[in-house]
């Protein structure tokens, strides 16, 4: 991690504290050559039939790569991306014949921060892409079918098919404020909140949440102080 918000260009800036740190992508692709898997997945996630992804990102040149991804049973359930410097989303489907995917035209590979949010509404079949609270994309599952299915399978003792990733080895720049959810947020909620730590009000169904502020080897999850559907 390295000293970087104090110095910020967004006037959409990320939380402000004496800290002041992010996560180089860069430093992580050093020691993790296919990104940073995060223990204990199938506990966090499983059942959690809609999610939301989000993050705070940085770079002045136009990376492609995973911010964050989920799979199980091998299929991508919802990631968070860049592509060529713009904002990507994508979810497998259970038919398996296609995927949902959103791109936002924009890029944002300005040298600026830039808050992302990939939300998978299970419920209504709909994907949505947020950018920095204000710009919003979606697409919808087609008719007769559903994302892939996150359940846990009750007949193993630990379903080891769930993984959730950090990162690529690819993607570079600089990550901060990744929140993971178990619920679909609203626009409204992302854009409300999106600069704020984590209170007890505003903490239902946060099933993760790395600040990268303490500067070392290790990465803290800030949300198990909090009540959530974990």
């Known amino acids: 991690a390295q000293p970087d918000h104090g110095k910020l260009s967004n006037p959409r ?43 705070w990102y940085k770079h002045d040149s136009s990376a492609s790569g995973n911010i964050l991804s989920y799979t199980y049973k091998g299929k991508n359930a919802l990631s968070l991306q860049v592509e060529n410097g713009r904002a990507t989303a994508k979810a497998d489907l259970a038919s398996g ?36 609270g204000v710009m919003q994309k979606e697409a919808f599952v087609p008719a007769g079918d559903s994302f892939v299915d996150n359940s846990y399978d009750i007949a193993r003792t630990a379903d080891m098919d769930a993984t959730l990733v950090l990162g690529d080895g690819t993607l570079t720049g600089l990550l901060d404020e990744v929140r993971i959810w178990g619920r679909a947020r609203q626009i409204s909620e992302i854009g409300g909140e999106q600069m704020r730590l984590a209170s007890d009000s505003q903490a239902v169904a946060l099933l993760a949440y790395y600040r990268f502020d303490d500067g070392g080897k290790s990465i803290e999850d800030f949300c198990k102080p909090f009540p959530g559907l974990q």
């Open 13 to 55: 800036s990320s939380i402000a504290r004496a800290s002041n740190k992010s996560l180089d992508l860069i430093k992580l692709n050093a020691d993790f050559s296919s990104g940073l898997s995060i223990p204990f997945a199938q506990h966090r996630l499983l059942n959690q039939r809609s999610l939301t992804f989000e993050a």
């Open 97 to 132: 014949s296609s995927l949902v995917e959103l791109q936002l035209p924009q890029n944002i590979a300005d040298g600026n921060w830039h808050h992302l949010a990939a939300v998978r509404d299970f419920d209504t079949g709909t994907l949505r892409l947020v950018l920095d």
